[in-house]
């Protein structure tokens, strides 16, 4: 069965800190893998996009890594801002076909001062 | 530059009232998705639709019907409404379908409330 799981479900950090969010999925065949930031009442926005060959990508403060072979991704979220409070989602492509896509359930971060 | 518009943002329903979820993309794009979001879980997706003029079923589409009316507006009917589909939906664009590392864009939502 294809799932994305995320942890942790939720994490509090301080303003200006760094933090890690993990991914593990089963999803095959595999076409990408790609992180969201959904703000609260708002629509999931892209953060990267990451193909088999890619292990790195990052996108100003984010960076996200790939390892194909254990099937992990992790988001990695450097000197923290408040605006960064949001819901990060994991989302794996399945290869093949209309683009299905297999959403994680999200992390749920809160930045506070 | 709008992207992708969903309307409305909010609705309240009783059970067994019908109603059109609205959705309407202005970047050209051939895919067009529905997806539900429901606490402590991932999106899952309704409906989608390839192409103009075709539409398929997703993972969840008991109660639901949808409408590819052009190729800039994907509508989801839920004909008679039920407390299990209290949901927050969410309406996504892709350039093209069965291609790999297309964008995927998303509406803001919609929270409807079935009581």
């Known amino acids: 069965k294809n799932q994305v799981e995320q942890s942790p479900q939720s994490l509090i950090i301080l303003e200006g800190k760094n933090c890690t969010l993990q991914?593990?999925?089963?999803?095959?065949?595999?076409?990408?893998l790609r992180w969201y930031k959904q703000d609260t009442g708002r629509g999931p926005v892209s953060l990267t996009i990451?193909?088999?060959?890619?292990n790195t990508k990052s996108n100003g403060r984010y960076t996200a890594t790939l390892d194909a072979d254990t099937k992990q991704s992790s988001l990695h979220i450097t000197a923290s801002q408040l605006s960064d409070s949001a819901s990060y989602i994991c989302?794996?492509?399945?290869?093949?076909?209309?683009?299905?896509?297999?959403f994680g359930a999200g992390t749920r971060l809160a930045v506070h001062p | 530059n709008a992207g992708v518009t969903q309307t409305p943002k909010f609705q309240v329903l009783k059970t067994g009232q019908s109603m059109t979820l609205q959705c309407a993309q202005d970047m050209n794009h051939n895919s067009m998705y529905w997806y539900r979001q429901d606490p402590g879980m991932g999106l899952r997706l309704i409906y989608y639709?390839?192409?103009?003029?075709?539409?398929d079923k997703g993972e969840v589409p008991n109660g639901y019907n949808v409408s590819r009316l052009n190729k800039r507006e994907f509508s989801l009917r839920l004909e008679s409404a039920a407390p299990s589909q209290t949901s927050v939906y969410f309406c996504a664009s892709i350039p093209r379908g069965g291609t790999m590392n297309t964008e995927a864009f998303f509406g803001q939502g919609t929270r409807l409330t079935v009581v």
């Open positions: 990451m193909t088999f060959s890619e």
């Open positions: 989302v794996v492509t399945v290869s093949g076909g209309y683009n299905k896509l297999i």
């Open positions: 991914c593990n999925y089963t999803v095959s065949p595999f076409s990408n």
């Open positions: 639709s390839a192409s103009e003029g075709t539409t």
